[in-house]
C-alpha cells in the first residue's frame, strides 16, 4: 500500500523552461514533506521540504507548494537546468510514527 | 565531515549466501535507517534505530533479513539465506533526532543475487 504516490515515472523538460514534479499521499496524519533528489550511483540528498502549516516555501530555484485538502504537493524548478537531470523522491512523515515514507521517484531529464 | 559510509558498495552472491551490509552513520546523529531501492516500490524503508534500539521493523521483509546496531557507530543488515528477489540497492542513512527531518543517506550497497 504505497501512501505516497509519484505517477509519473519520467519527465523531460527544455533547459530554460519550468519542471514539475507531482506526488500525492493518502495518510492525512503526515505532518511534514520532504523533496530529495539522486544522481546515479549515489545516495538521495535532501532538497527542499515544507511543513503541513504552510502550502508554499521557496528556495532559490526550487518551489515547493502543499495541498493539503487535495493531499498533493509538487515541486517546480524554475528554470531548468541539464544538470537538474535526476531522480527526484517526494517523502512525507507523521502520523503514528515519525519514519520518513517515500514515492517511487520520478526520473526528470532536462535537454540542452 | 564524513558522510554516512556504507560497504560494500557493490556484492555479487550467488542465492542461498549470506550478505551482511554495513553501514557508520555520521558522528552525532542518533537515529539510523536501512532503505532499499527497487524499481517498483521506489525507496523502501527496513528498520530504523533509535539510540541504538530498534523501533521500527515492519519494514522488514520476511525473517531472513536481520539488521544489529551494537553501538552508536555501526550498523549491519543481514540477509540469509539471499534470493534473486533481493537484488537492490541498500542504503543506510542517518539524523540527528528520530523525526527524521532531514537524513542523510550514504552511497548506498548494490546487491546482486544470482
Known amino acids: 500500500d504505497q501512501q505516497v504516490k509519484q505517477n509519473s515515472p519520467s519527465l523531460s523538460v527544455q533547459e530554460g523552461r519550468i519542471s514539475i514534479l507531482n506526488c500525492d499521499y493518502t495518510n492525512s496524519m503526515f505532518d511534514y514533506f520532504l523533496w530529495y533528489k539522486k544522481y546515479p550511483a549515489e545516495g538521495p540528498t535532501f532538497l527542499i521540504s515544507?511543513?503541513?502549516?504552510?502550502d508554499k516555501n521557496e528556495d532559490g530555484r526550487f518551489t515547493v507548494f502543499l495541498n493539503k485538502s487535495a493531499k498533493h504537493l509538487s515541486l517546480h524548478i524554475v528554470p531548468s537546468q541539464p544538470g537538474d537531470s535526476a531522480v527526484y523522491f517526494c517523502?512525507?512523515?507523521?502520523?503514528?510514527?515519525?519514519?520518513?515514507?517515500f514515492g517511487t521517484g520520478t526520473l526528470l531529464a532536462v535537454q540542452p | 565531515d564524513a558522510g554516512v559510509i556504507q560497504s560494500p558498495r557493490h556484492e555479487v552472491t550467488e542465492m542461498g549466501q549470506e550478505v551482511t551490509l554495513r553501514c557508520k552513520p555520521i558522528s552525532g546523529h542518533n537515529s539510523l535507517f536501512w532503505y532499499r531501492q527497487t524499481m517498483m516500490r521506489g525507496l523502501e524503508l527496513l528498520i530504523y534505530f533509535n539510540n541504538n534500539v530498534p523501533i521500527d521493523d515492519s519494514g522488514m521483509p520476511e525473517d531472513r533479513f536481520s539488521a544489529k546496531m551494537p553501538n552508536a557507530s555501526f550498523s549491519t543488515l543481514k540477509i540469509q539465506p539471499s534470493e534473486p528477489r533481493d537484488s537492490a540497492v541498500y542504503f543506510c542513512?542517518?539524523?540527528?533526532?528520530?523525526?527524521?527531518?532531514?537524513?542523510?543517506f550514504g552511497e548506498g550497497s548494490w546487491l546482486t543475487v544470482v
Open positions: 517523502a512525507a512523515r507523521g502520523g503514528a510514527t515519525n519514519k520518513l515514507i
Open positions: 515544507i511543513s503541513s502549516i504552510k
Open positions: 542513512a542517518s539524523s540527528r533526532d528520530s523525526s527524521g527531518n532531514t537524513i542523510y
